[in-house]
């Protein structure tokens, strides 16, 4: 997301602007939980999926969100990713030592159509696509200033409970800065898709130098298949993917893995070393699980890097000192991405990555349940969950 100009405290508030109204309570946020009684609706409604509890999806008549400041564009959303962190919030009402807050709208892999603009946008206009960044910063705190807007001290996130009303609705309030256009050629489900890909390029890219490199890709999810496409955009070396559901690895192979293997059913560690004896350069952990943490320090070769990727339920992982201290592993771990959305739409539209094949299942606004049910049991060979509203 491109740096701009800060949110003033003490603004007359869109749905994003000031971070103590609609935060949650933690440190350095004023108030506490978001008060929507306070923010400028009209007298309008549009239809939305609230989560409203574990397991728990409800659609609602609310009021449609109303453009109060000059840089504020009204989305159309066409479509919106289901995303593994949106599962955690649906799945269990705790997330680390997050306490979940519902009811909430959710969706921050979002794209649509341009439906109005505040009299100061230009970037947009009505009637164009656009995918929309989900992560609004203030521009103004120590992170912003050295270039890291996504761990911004009074970050906003969209879908995300506690923060900004998410995409799972027939319309969606974003700042202008947020807003990524789309070429001509692409479609709002490819726009959605350059979201979770974003992430992907962005765990690639701190991993260092990846060409030529060896990696391990453990978990074959929408993230860890687009991990697989830039690596190889980017000139990387082998690829090995692991991953527990059959559809999965059979999208891998598609990804561009030169071998996979189910943890379930064999020993991935021994495998993949009889192949690699000297172990990986990098591997990307992308299922949030322990288990394959271990694996993954099993796997690197002595100065490798662990690019930590997957969100744990569990507040706490552990690591085998020994093995990561004899080694000098590098553990990097990943928060969302950092300015590569643009990125990912570029690489889709120059044909460097074909991200279609992640669309898997489509479900209307009213079936929002059924598609995350469908995501968190992964039936029926879902990748993307993709909702249309």
């Given at each position: 997301m491109a740096e701009g100009p800060g949110l003033q405290d003490g603004a007359s508030a869109g749905l994003y602007a000031l971070a103590g109204r609609l935060s949650k309570n933690r440190p350095g946020a004023h108030g506490?939980?978001?008060?929507?009684?306070?923010?400028?609706?009209?007298?309008?409604?549009?239809?939305a999926a609230f989560i409203t509890g574990v397991r728990a999806i409800e659609i609602r008549?609310?009021?449609?969100?109303?453009?109060?400041?000059?840089?504020?564009?009204?989305?159309?959303?066409?479509?919106?990713?289901?995303?593994?962190?949106?599962?955690?919030?649906?799945?269990?009402?705790?997330?680390?030592?997050?306490?979940?807050s519902y009811p909430f709208i959710p969706g921050h892999e979002c794209a649509g159509v341009v439906e109005a603009v505040g009299k100061a946008v230009a970037r947009v206009r009505p009637g164009d696509t656009v995918v929309v960044e989900p992560a609004v910063s203030c521009g103004?705190?120590?992170?912003?200033?050295?270039?890291?807007?996504?761990?911004?001290?009074?970050?906003?996130?969209?879908?995300?409970?506690?923060?900004?009303?998410g995409g799972m609705a027939e319309f969606v309030l974003a700042p202008e800065r947020n807003c990524i256009p789309l070429p001509a050629k692409m479609t709002a489900v490819q726009g959605a898709l350059a979201e979770p890909l974003s992430i992907a390029i962005y765990a690639a890219g701190l991993a260092g130098s990846v060409r030529g490199k060896t990696a391990g890709v453990l978990g074959a999810g929408p993230i860890g298949l687009g991990v697989m496409m830039a690596r190889k955009a980017e000139g990387g070396g082998a690829v090995y993917a692991t991953?527990?559901?059959?559809?999965?690895?059979?999208a891998a192979v598609k990804a561009g893995a030169d071998w996979t293997g189910n943890p379930d059913r064999e020993d991935i560690v021994a495998e993949i070393l009889a192949r690699e004896s000297l172990g990986l350069d990098i591997v990307f952990e992308c299922c949030g699980?322990?288990?394959?943490?271990?694996?993954?320090?099993?796997?690197?070769?002595?100065?490798?890097?662990?690019?930590?990727?997957?969100?744990?339920?569990?507040?706490?992982?552990?690591?085998?000192?020994?093995?990561?201290?004899?080694?000098?592993?590098?553990?990097?771990?990943v928060r969302r991405q950092n300015k590569c959305l643009e990125k990912a739409v570029g690489m889709i539209h120059a044909?460097?990555?074909?991200?279609?094949?992640?669309?898997?299942?489509?479900?209307?606004?009213?079936?929002?349940?059924?598609?995350?049910?469908t995501a968190a049991a992964r039936r029926d060979g879902v990748i993307k969950a993709i909702v249309t509203p």
């Open positions: 506490g939980l978001l008060n929507s009684g306070g923010l400028p609706y009209n007298r309008l409604t549009m239809k008549e609310t009021p449609k969100p109303k453009i109060s400041r000059d840089d504020e564009v009204l989305v159309r959303s066409k479509a919106v990713g289901v995303c593994g962190s949106d599962l955690h919030y649906y799945l269990s009402d705790c997330v680390g030592a997050d306490k979940v103004t705190c120590d992170q912003c200033r050295t270039g890291r807007p996504h761990t911004c001290r009074k970050l906003l996130f969209l879908g995300h409970y506690g923060e900004l009303t991953e527990k559901v059959e559809a999965r690895l059979r699980e322990q288990a394959a943490l271990d694996q993954a320090v099993a796997l690197l070769k002595p100065g490798g890097t662990l690019v930590a990727v997957g969100i744990p339920i569990e507040p706490r992982v552990s690591f085998d000192s020994s093995k990561t201290r004899r080694r000098e592993i590098r553990v990097q771990n044909g460097r990555v074909k991200v279609d094949f992640l669309a898997t299942h489509f479900f209307k606004l009213e079936e929002a349940r059924e598609a995350y049910e």
